[in-house]
Nanobody, 120 residues
């Protein structure tokens, strides 16, 4: 059974940093791309960043580019998101999700999320 478990969220001041982790199990981790998504109160879920199965390519939403860095450790079946220079608008529930590719990338499994709150 596929499991994705996020951790590392918390309360941080503006300009601070957090590192999120997503521990994966139940599938061959390095066969899949994987990404981070977030949902703020009253807003739709949005993509933050994703990374290919090998880790050779990564993509970022414009709002986080230059501040966030996605990475993965395939030996540890873990995805990371280093978040620097955090802003109040980064406050959200952050999820990791597995990606499948059939011409386009789609998500199929999701974690339960970890809360990030940035105080001003």
């Amino acid at each position: 059974e596929v499991h994705l478990v996020e951790s590392g969220g918390g309360l941080v001041q503006v300009g601070g940093s957090l590192r999120l982790a997503c521990a994966a199990s139940g599938f061959t981790f390095d066969d899949y791309g994987i990404g981070w998504f977030r949902q703020a109160p009253g807003k739709e879920r949005e993509g933050v960043s994703c990374i290919t199965s090998s880790g050779s390519s990564a993509y970022y939403a414009g709002s986080v580019k230059g501040r966030f860095t996605i990475s993965r450790d395939n030996a540890k079946n873990t995805l990371y998101l280093q978040m620097n220079s955090l802003k109040p608008e980064d406050t959200a529930l952050y999820y990791c999700a597995r990606l499948t590719y059939s011409g386009i990338y789609l998500t199929d499994y999701w974690g339960q999320g970890t809360q990030v709150t940035v105080s001003s």
